[in-house]
């Protein structure tokens, strides 16, 4: 491979342009990602009373998508390291927007729960492929920003766009057209991607081991030789906790907990995805310039402060989609960051998608499913607001746990590299750990303001 292929992530034929093309598309598609999987949660009141459902069998339909995706992201993930990236990102965009469209013909619960899972494998199978598409088609430099915005979509679509768009929607159709309809643009951008993505050199030529010997798969030892991939899988585990609990019941909340109707719902839940996608784009940008590691700290503590001044309001539309939009702002961006630049920068050579397989599949079995059917018997033993503290609680394991990431920020570790080196032989970085310091040191000081802020 030679020295632009390295720089730009494996692609010898890399340009601006089709930087802008493909992180563009790739984008829309994990935006679509989003829209097909959780436009579910905002129809589920029409569900519920149409299919005599429970919420925590709403619970289990979100919960299968998430553990099926997960097995998908571990198994297939590797799959576009070996085969290349189309043949993962083709069919598998065409499956899930086949099987969002079928959900809106299902009779009953018991088959609208083999789509759903059937969807998840799909999609699991496109998350990790498009995420090293999108890091190959991007400079070092603006990895984090462009990870940042493709996964910034998800929130966007699905949960920004999509209880607005599903609740302005069932005014005129049924919520089964409604599963039909968003289905359409995924089958739109498949073409697109099919004549744009570009496969990297590293697609066609695996890492060697140590023997000489090359090999098609990668070890778990392979895989887990940084220790930040085995952080940032359980890292997304509490932070999944957390947004996927949210994200699936929060409609419930609003409405039969604090009577809400069914517009001023819409708007508040929407707080998810526009929050998010601030977050998720937000978030993983600033750690290109702070570091992976106080970003991630910020994400967990700062969304669990702001979650728990949300539990303390009641039907207030105005202060509930404020802290809403704040909690998941920093929530969510922990999403991209722990999948994106996270797991990129500890990826084997050549195993990138390998390694955000393994990192997504462990994050979406346990905070994608276990967590929501937890939350489902929570629920139904405690009452719907039991599901808050579950989400707290899982936000703030994962902030403890993120302290001890290992920084891996380009930007950070060229500026460490650049220390001058003293007559010892060692690296000078006084300055350095100086302003480590202090931008640790602001970073306390606002989150104390922040805590202290009367809401």
Known sequence: MDAGATATGGLPDWSPGYERRAVGLLTIGFGLVGLDRWIIAPLAPSMIADLGMSPQQVNNL???????????????????????????????LLAFSLMSSLSGAIGGFAALFVVRGLMG???????????????????????GFNQGLQQSAFALFGLG??????????????????????????????????????????????????????????????????????LAMIGLFCAMCGIFVLSANIPIYLTGYLHLPAAQMGLVTSAIGFGGFVGQWGLPAVSDHIGRRPAGIIGFFAGAAFLYWFMQIGADTPRLFALLFLSCAFSFGLLSLLTGPVATEAAPVGRI??????????????????????????????????????????????????????????????????????????????ADDAEKAARIADIAAALETTLNRPY
């Open 121 to 143: 494998v799909a999609e699991g199978a496109f998350c990790p492929t498009s995420f090293a598409s999108t890091a190959e088609a991007s400079r070092p430099s603006r990895r």
């Open 353 to 430: 998608s390998t390694t955000a397989g393994v990192i997504i599949g462990a994050g979406e079995i346990f905070g994608g499913g276990l967590a929501l059917v937890i939350a489902g018997v929570v629920i139904a033993r405690f009452g719907i607001v039991a599901m808050l503290y579950l989400a707290l609680a899982g936000l703030s394991a994962g902030g403890i746990l993120t302290l001890f990431l290992k920084e891996t920020a380009p930007r950070l570790l060229a500026r460490n590299r650049a220390a001058p080196v003293d007559d010892n032989g060692k690296r000078a970085d006084r």
């Open 62 to 92: 979100v919960a299968v998508l998430g553990v099926t995706w997960g097995i998908a992201a571990v198994l297939m993930g590797g799959l576009s390291d070996r085969i290349g990236r189309k043949k993962v990102l083709i069919p598998s």
């Open 161 to 230: 766009f999509g209880p607005i768009l599903a609740t302005q929607m069932l005014s005129a159709f049924s919520w089964r057209v409604v599963f039909m309809l968003v289905a359409l643009p995924g089958l739109i951008l498949t073409v697109l991607l099919w004549r744009t993505i570009r496969e990297p050199t590293a697609t066609a030529r695996p890492p060697v081991e140590t023997s000489g010997e090359p090999t098609s798969f990668a070890t778990l030892r392979e895989l887990f030789s940084h220790r930040n991939v085995g």
